[in-house]
């Protein structure tokens, strides 16, 4: 009746299928969970309680988004982000991760550019839009950032040039946890623009610049952005799947009513509850203002910390600058971990699972060549309860503890490869 000839090929999430996976394991060993990219922190009584009191909304609300919350989420963004959203451009969706995906459904044709190392999740929704998909790769000596000499070069030489092309550009990054500068992206928008380029900005991560100091592509090249975002990440609110998205106004008018066409068919809307509880986030008072300050110290404060103690045996990362991502470089190494059958970044993250109880994820996940030597490492297996009550770097190492004892799990198992090995021990 039904053979795997007559099914879609299809890959399922990396983050996803990892949290499954090293929840199995913890029954059986110490394990230090660096795998899965979910906020540690609990959700504001603020949020919750405004949940409560929306919860006897049950009425479909307008595919486009509750009115009152896209007024409020244009106006969040541009106080943060210093760009000029409104109303008329925003869609509310369950998450970014399906806004992007109805982006991208809506064109018949079109090349989807992906900066490598990226997001798990972009191309299998290219690949399900029925969309051609190219990469840029990034290197480690640039921060694995695009630069405008590569988005420029491969401009030159595409194979496609009559299609219409669509970059997808993330950062705060997930997987690195580097940004771009304001001077990088007047760089870059310098050659979107020239090319046209229509770019989705996956700016998911922003609010959660360490320094809150995010800043908008969409402020250099406003005519060609579509920005998403949403509250799973600086609002701890994964769960309730709540994306944002903006469409420029050059874009709206094809863009808008294809986007609402798919949100039509599949999500409708996004839960009642939920949309009138955002309202009151977005709305930004001071207590929601004091959680993100204090997310972010307590962010910057692990995450350095983590990649100096990396930075003892030569693992390389950039200094994270936004989220809660280190993107560790294992190339110093690679002699060693060769002795030991480690070639690819699937085996690296194989041998760490063995040898020291640290789950991560392969750069091969995020498009990169499977032979580079580097994995994601999302630092959030601590407190956010504790962490959040922590009123110095000193306390937040404390709460941290479970996340530097990971990374001395990391060093302790490197140094091992320089102990002289036994001929068959």
């Known amino acids: 009746m039904l053979t795997a000839a007559d099914l879609r090929p299809i890959s399922h999430s990396e983050t996803l299928l990892i949290n499954e996976r090293s ?19 609990p959700v504001p009584l603020l949020l919750q309680e405004a949940l409560n009191a929306a919860r006897a909304e049950k009425s479909y609300l307008p595919v486009q988004g509750l009115p009152a919350l896209r007024a409020q989420v244009a106006e969040f963004h541009r106080q943060q982000d210093q760009v000029t959203w409104d109303a008329q451009g925003v869609v509310i969706g369950p998450g970014s991760k399906l806004l992007i995906y109805a982006v991208l ?9 992906l900066v490598s ?89 922003g609010v959660l610049h360490h320094q809150g100091a995010h800043q908008s592509l969409a402020r250099f090249y406003p005519e060609g952005t579509l920005v998403t975002g949403g509250l799973s990440k600086w609002g701890a609110l994964g769960g309730w799947r709540l994306g944002v998205l903006h469409i420029p106004k ?14 039509s068919e599949t999500w409708s809307s996004v839960a009642a509850p939920v949309q009138y509880a955002a309202i009151q986030a977005y709305a930004y008072p001071q207590a929601i203002a004091d959680f993100v300050a204090q997310e972010r110290r307590v962010l910057a404060r692990i995450g350095q910390q983590s990649a100096a ?6 693992v390389e990362t950039p200094q994270p600058t936004g989220g809660f991502y280190l993107f560790p470089n294992f190339e110093a190494w690679r002699t060693q971990l060769a002795h030991v059958g480690v070639f690819t970044s699937a085996d ?13 994820l ?8 499977a032979s580079v030597l580097a994995a994601r490492l999302a630092y959030v297996n601590f407190d956010g309860q504790a962490a959040l009550e922590a009123a110095s770097d000193q306390q937040i190492d404390v709460v941290a503890a479970p996340v530097y004892a990971g990374m001395q799990a990391i060093v302790e198992t490197l140094n091992k490869l320089l102990t002289p090995r036994v001929v068959g021990a």
């Open 250 to 263: 050059p874009l709206r008018a094809h863009l808008l009513p294809r986007i609402l066409g798919v949100a």
């Open 309 to 314: 103690i990396l930075a003892q045996v030569a």
């Open 105 to 113: 459904a809506s064109f018949v044709r079109a090349q989807v550019l």
């Open 23 to 41: 929840g199995a394991l913890a029954s059986t060993r110490t394990l230090y969970r660096f795998g899965f990219g979910e906020s540690p922190f």
């Open 362 to 369: 392969p750069a091969s996940a995020f498009g990169m060549p």
């Open 348 to 360: 690296l993250c194989a041998y760490l699972l063995e040898q020291a109880g640290v789950v991560l």
């Open 117 to 205: 190392p990226s997001w798990v999740s972009y191309q299998p929704q290219a690949e399900l839009a029925g969309l051609s998909v190219a990469r840029i790769y990034t290197q480690a000596h640039e921060q694995w950032r695009l630069t405008p000499e590569a988005l420029e070069a491969f401009c030159q030489h595409r194979e496609n040039p009559h299609l219409p092309l669509i970059l997808v550009l993330n950062y705060p990054n997930n997987p690195t946890g580097d940004t771009y500068t304001g001077e990088q992206l007047a760089e870059l928008a310098q050659v979107l623009r020239r090319h046209q380029i229509i770019v989705i900005s996956d700016e998911i991560y």
